[in-house]
Nanobody, 116 residues
């Protein structure tokens, strides 16, 4: 069974950067596309960005120009580089397969808090 283990979150000041990692196991990693999602307190989980196997990245309007997804096939790891962070980016961040917002399976996620 696939497992997603997210890491790299923390407390950062507005305007700062963080790079999240997601270690994926139990997947045909190199054949799969992955995305990042987040859930803020009191809100539903939302899609953040996806890196397709074509190399094309799609991102939510809130993430465009600030967030970038990458992957290391040798390490079965997906990354989310987040720049110019804003307080509204505060959330628990998760990775999952692409187009999986309604998935019933999620890892524990990693908390990102943007605050001065």
């Amino acid at each position: 069974q696939v497992q997603f283990v997210e890491s790299g979150g923390g407390l950062v000041q507005p305007g700062g950067s963080l790079k999240l990692s997601c270690a994926v196991s139990g997947s045909t990693f190199i054949l799969d596309a992955f995305g990042w999602y987040r859930q803020a307190p009191g809100k539903q989980r939302e899609w953040v960005a996806t890196l397709w196997n074509s190399g094309i990245t799609d991102a939510a309007n809130s993430a465009k120009g600030r967030f970038a997804v990458s992957r290391d096939n040798a390490k079965n790891t997906v990354y989310l580089q987040m720049n110019d962070l804003k307080p509204e980016d505060t959330a628990v961040y998760y990775c999952n397969y692409a187009a999986s917002l309604n998935s019933g399976y999620w890892g524990r996620g990693t908390q990102v808090t943007v605050s001065s």
